[in-house]
């Protein structure tokens, strides 16, 4: 089972509460767990990635494992530990102070 | 007895507002969206409970909002703005070539008609269409493709597509105004658009009488008289009797004729309202007074509206989206400000006070007068 946290807007836009876990066939990435998660929460699409591009939004990272791998190919392995469910894969938004 | 029901959007979510027709008490439900910024709430002519809501945020993009019980409760619908072929360049602030890039949804506006028809107008600018209630939305790329595209360049607050209004004697005709390109005419419901800029100048493009450049800020019209349209371009405001095939000036005696928002009352199809606003590098109003003009003349003589309005120290603005007007017999006049307040008046502007006062900055007001 792998965990995934959201930032807390995205938590109440999908009527979220706590961490997801969510099922992921095949190997662990990016890319399988963004699939995942909005193929279970459809209005998360577009929030985190591109439409169409599918790349992370700019204000947007993914941590996991005291690790920044917001840089990282989509395709590339998620951490074992990510995999295993023992860390979460964290989508953070940046520090931001603005408007 | 009516009811009215006043739709705001802010920098921090959304907020609606009621009162039963004598406006003197008012219910405010908010924020919904908290944190958000929702641009635009706006409700169908055809169905008054279908609300749309425009969220956005520079962190998680668009996301689309629909309510079926009159903001009670949402939906988040779709949330795709998919721009048609090749979107092609248009100018940055310096001339030069810049992609076309969808940013935000400006304005939202129901179908006069068609319950589940909606137009969107977005930035960087075009104007998308759904039929399926905000499910999915297809571009009128008729507009993008007009051919001055290229030329066009954003103001301050970015390339919009902020007016939409549609014609209600002919279904075919609408127009829409971008910041900085200018106002846009279809007569064939969509397919085609022409520049209707004749009779605005603009000193901060090169040629100031072009056809495109003009940085619009708001087009309103009375829906007895479809072929005038008043508007607030960046400076001067401007009308027009023949469907905007030529404009004249009727700024008249204004303080400054520098502003956003502009309206019509809901009876008096001659009877027009402005904020005007120091200027594009002093954005509050005159000093210091916040002060709303009416012209009962269709433009030209002016009065300053100030009971009830603050008539010192004050230093907010109201933006382009943020005025509106009921229908009740004696109309009311609404407008917010940047300080978060919302200020309306029961009869016409001659007297003021406001409904709700700390708000987080006011982006837009719609009002609906329900039965």
Not at chain 2, 107 to 136: C, I, K, M, W
Request: charge should be negative; charged fraction near 25%; glycine fraction near 10%.
């Amino acid at each position: 089972m792998i965990r995934v946290l959201l930032p807390a807007h995205l938590r109440t836009l999908a009527k979220i509460s706590g961490e997801v876990e969510l099922e992921v066939a095949g190997q662990v990435t990016q890319r399988s767990v963004l699939d995942a998660l909005e193929a279970r929460y459809p209005v998360l699409r577009g929030t985190i990635r591109d439409h169409v591009t599918q790349e992370r939004r700019a204000f947007l990272r993914f941590f996991a494992c005291e690790e920044d791998l917001s840089h990282e190919s989509p395709d590339a392995p998620l951490p074992d530990a990510v995999g295993l469910g023992k860390e979460p894969l964290l989508v953070v938004g940046a520090v931001a102070g603005g408007l | 007895m009516s009811k009215v029901r006043v739709l705001v959007g802010t920098r921090k979510g959304a907020f609606v507002l009621t009162s039963d027709g004598k406006r003197d008490k008012w219910d405010v439900s908010g924020p919904h969206f908290a944190g958000w910024e929702i641009y635009h709430v706006k409700g169908s002519p055809v169905d008054p409970n279908r609300l749309y809501a425009s969220q956005s945020s520079g962190w998680f993009g668009q996301v689309i909002q629909r309510s079926d019980d009159g903001g009670k409760s949402w939906e988040a619908v779709g949330n795709q703005f998919a721009y048609e072929g090749v979107p092609g360049t248009h100018q940055w602030y310096d001339g030069t070539a810049h992609p076309w890039e969808f940013k935000r949804v400006w304005h939202l506006e129901p179908s006069l008609t068609e319950r589940e028809t909606v137009y969107a107008g977005v930035e960087d600018a075009a104007l998308f269409r759904s039929e399926d209630g905000g499910a999915s939305w297809q571009e009128l790329s008729g507009l993008r493709g007009h051919g001055s595209g290229p030329h066009w360049q954003p103001g301050a607050g970015g390339m919009c597509l902020h007016t939409i209004v549609q014609d209600p004697s002919d279904p075919g005709r609408m127009f829409i105004a971008i910041s900085s390109a200018g106002a846009f005419r279809t007569d064939d419901g969509g397919k085609s658009w022409r520049a209707i800029n004749q009779g605005l100048r603009s000193e901060h493009i090169p040629d100031p009488t072009a056809e495109v450049g003009h940085c619009v800020h708001r087009i309103a019209m009375h829906e007895s008289r479809p072929e005038v349209l008043f508007m607030q371009k960046h400076w001067d405001v401007m009308r027009t009797d023949d469907a905007g095939e030529s404009w004249k000036e009727v700024s008249g005696n204004l303080p400054t004729d520098f502003g956003f928002a502009i309206d019509v009352h809901a009876h008096e199809p001659e009877t027009i309202y402005v904020v005007p606003i120091k200027s594009d590098s002093e954005h509050f109003p005159p000093e210091g007074k916040l002060r709303v003009y009416r012209s009962k003349t269709g433009g030209n003589e002016w009065e300053a509206l100030t009971k009830g309005l603050p008539q010192k120290d004050c230093y907010v603005n109201v933006l382009r989206d943020a005025m509106a007007v009921d229908s009740m017999d004696s109309c009311g006049i609404y407008f917010g400000t940047t300080g978060g307040q919302v200020y309306a008046s029961a009869d016409a502007g001659d007297n003021w006070a406001p409904i709700v006062r700390d708000l987080p900055a006011v982006l837009s007001v719609e009002v609906q007068t329900l039965p």
